[in-house]
């Protein structure tokens, strides 16, 4: 399979450019504004162009004072593997063909955190990038200054079941189905190779999230946009707002974010 191939870019002819920016513009999204995209063009069904062109509708979209995020993560990076290796500069997303292409295009940086990666074009990826967080959502993490930016959270044919920014919410506040752990691994960024380990905050075993009930609650709420784009939706909601909605929900149950079965048997105490 060649390159074009593994990045959508497919003859057939489907949904058009146009189809794309008016998705956008029905979020109400402005120019300028730094966007956190977590996609699935399989979702969306034939696009013309493929991968490349929707990226480049984003980009062009949000102008040149706009920025796109992208999550670039290896979903099992080192979970179990010390020796597992992550280059900066090298190694793939494994977050679907919108991820990587944003990963590969001209002049995108990525964030230096090894098992949380994101990949940024426009003028805040320099910020991002900049950032030196060993915890994955600490106040010094890409994620807390995506919300600090007023970012977007933009789903594109995806649901909240992949929202990473409700981890923040759980590493902050502390919720009691998780514990920290380290994660190891060998990190090369440029020409600097180091053995590195990373605090986690690991949920515990039999524990399940279930982040499409709290999507479901901040759309009844009227906080998230929606736009249909060729067989899937595009959705849209403030990183601010999500973060304020669920951090008080949290507050007020710990267990907000757990699946039905994991909330009939929530674990034990932590203890002191």
């Known amino acids: 399979m060649g390159l074009h191939q593994k990045l959508g870019m497919s003859s057939h002819i489907s949904m058009r450019k146009i189809e794309i920016r008016n998705a956008l513009g029905r979020l109400r999204i402005s120019p300028g504004e730094t966007v956190l995209v977590h996609s699935s063009m399989k979702a969306l069904g ?21 920025t796109l995020v992208v999550p670039t993560f290896l979903e099992d990076f080192f979970w179990g593997d010390e020796n597992q290796i992550w280059d900066r500069e090298r190694s793939p997303s494994a977050m679907g063909i919108f991820s990587e292409m944003v990963r590969i295009w001209p ?38 200054l995506l919300v600090d930016l007023d970012s977007w959270i933009v789903l594109l044919g995806v ?14 506040l502390q919720v009691p189905y998780r514990n920290w752990g380290n994660l190891k691994g060998i990190v090369i960024d440029g020409d600097k190779r180091e053995r590195k380990t990373y605090e986690f905050y690991r949920r515990e ?25 060729g067989k899937g939706m595009v959705k ?37």
């Open 236 to 272: 849209a909601i403030r990183a601010k707002h999500l973060l304020a909605f669920v951090s008080y929900r949290v507050a007020k149950d710990p267990y907000y974010l757990l699946t039905p079965a994991s909330r009939r048997k929530p674990p034990p105490p932590k203890s002191l």
């Open 159 to 172: 649901d909240f079941n992949v929202c990473t920014m409700l981890h923040l919410i759980e590493e902050r």
């Open 46 to 66: 034939p696009v013309e162009g493929g991968a490349k062109v929707v990226v480049r509708q984003f980009l062009d979209f949000l102008g040149p004072e706009g």
């Open 107 to 144: 002049g995108a940086l990525r964030t230096a955190h090894a098992p949380h990666p994101l990949s940024a074009i426009g003028p805040n990826a320099r910020k991002l990038a900049a950032c030196t967080n060993n915890r994955d959502f600490d106040e010094d993490s890409p994620f807390q």
């Open 205 to 229: 075993s039999g524990v399940e999230n279930d982040f499409l009930s709290c999507g479901q609650d901040m759309d009844t709420e009227g906080l998230v946009r929606e736009a249909r784009l």
